[in-house]
């Protein structure tokens, strides 16, 4: 009757060691993926703040057009929408469900407009006081429309999640990091006899170091590559079934996010393995009983 074979305690350790950098990789893509998103939700929602340009008068459809495409060009402009005096009436006749020119012998009381969505850097106060009386000095535009209260509010709020998103960042990571530094320093602690051993028989400190760290790498790639995998399905899955998800979370952002896992999990475990073999070459033998 054949013996069954045991486990590799060695093969064990590897294996618990690599799905608990695993999990900590995952939280720190998070953080970074969360971070990143809610950088990018921020400026979709800055830029779709609306500054509204009342056009003069005298401006007809074609100059109306020509002036947006002026507008265009201007660096704080993120995109413009031209409204026709026409277009202005047959809405507000939509939505109030009578003609207002009928009260006003076929006149129509509506003008030209020009709806301007700013580029996120300049979707503040101080910006929009400069921008507004910049524009105010055009004598096409007659007037320059926004909602000051809720600027003001939404920058507010913006300022206050951005704080707790940083203060909850720096928190998950001293987590992410104290959480590996242990895992690595448990599996070393295991073999801290054969530390002591090599250590006894002459061997060198880099000699010694170099099983160790060459074993944390293959765990900190393997890792960083499951991490990866199962952020990225995630990701791909929500895209799939969620479409606004699909214009917050940017290639840009799965690249760092990616990049970021595997920096961090090669600095990490190379870095805590060696002041932990470090640390076990420094003990006496009798400390390592404790």
Sequence with gaps: MKK????????WQWFTSCVSTTLVLLLLGLVVLFGLTAHELSR????????????????DSLDARAFQQQMDELPFAHQTTLITAEQALTE?????????????????????????????????????????KQLREMWQISDVVYQRDLVDSLNHRLRQATVVLAVLAVLLMIISIVLINNTVRLS???????????????ASWSFIQRPFLT??????????????ALLLGGVYWLKFHDGYAATIVT????????????????????????????????????????
Excluded at 188 to 202: E, P, Q
């Design 188 to 202: 070393v602690y295991a073999r801290r006899f054969t530390i002591h051993t090599m250590r006894l028989v002459g």
């Design 44 to 59: 979709n929602v800055r830029e779709n703040l609306t500054v509204t340009l009342l056009l003069d008068d005298d401006l």
């Design 251 to 290: 290639t840009q952002t799965i690249i760092i996010m990616v990049i970021t896992i595997f920096v961090a999990a090669l600095l990490l475990t190379l870095a805590c393995t060696w002041l932990s073999v470090n640390h076990f070459l420094h003990m006496k033998e009798n400390e390592m009983y404790r």
């Design 92 to 132: 507000e006749t939509e939505r109030m469900g009578t003609d207002p020119t009928e009260f006003l012998a076929g006149e129509n009381p509506y003008t030209a407009s020009i709806e301007m969505n700013l580029e996120a850097e300049y979707a503040c106060t101080d910006s929009l006081l400069w921008i507004s």
């Design 4 to 11: 069954r074979r045991n486990t590799s305690p060695g093969h």
């Design 215 to 228: 074993r944390s790498l293959s765990i900190g790639l393997t890792a960083a590559v499951l991490a990866s």
